[in-house]
């Protein structure tokens, strides 16, 4: 936990906020986690939200801390991309965000996601 409020602390500061909405898993071959977020532009400006599955990593709460980067993400019903994706958004709008993981860690242990936007600026999040 200590390192990424350290990491948070250097990061440069994200004009995107996100607010998290539910987690759904699918245990069949192949198994996925699908997290959804609402990403608000909370600048005075219009700006571009710009988002890799590289750019938000799935640490599992248990002793080990493992952590993965998505492997997919789309905006609202768009499809799944495995590549960056991106959106112009106008002060104070706001985009659903839908990021797929796959699960791992200790069964029954907690985890957690991580968000950056494509600057590296760690998108703080709510629940």
Not at 69 to 74: L, Q
């Amino acid at each position: 936990m200590l390192s990424l409020l350290a990491a948070a602390a250097v990061s440069a500061s994200s004009p995107f906020s996100a607010t998290f909405d539910k987690v759904e898993a699918d245990y069949r071959r192949p198994s996925y986690e699908e997290w959804n977020f609402e990403i608000a532009n909370t600048s005075a400006e219009e700006q571009t939200l710009r988002i890799c599955p590289s750019d938000i990593d799935r640490i599992a709460l248990d002793p080990a801390r493992t952590t993965h980067h998505a492997f997919a993400v789309a905006f609202e019903d768009d499809s799944w991309r495995f590549g960056c994706i991106e959106k112009r958004l106008q002060a104070g709008d706001a985009v659903s965000l839908r990021a797929y993981t796959r699960p791992y860690g200790t069964p029954g242990s907690g985890r957690t996601l991580v968000l950056r936007d494509a600057s590296g600026a760690v998108i703080p999040a709510t629940s």
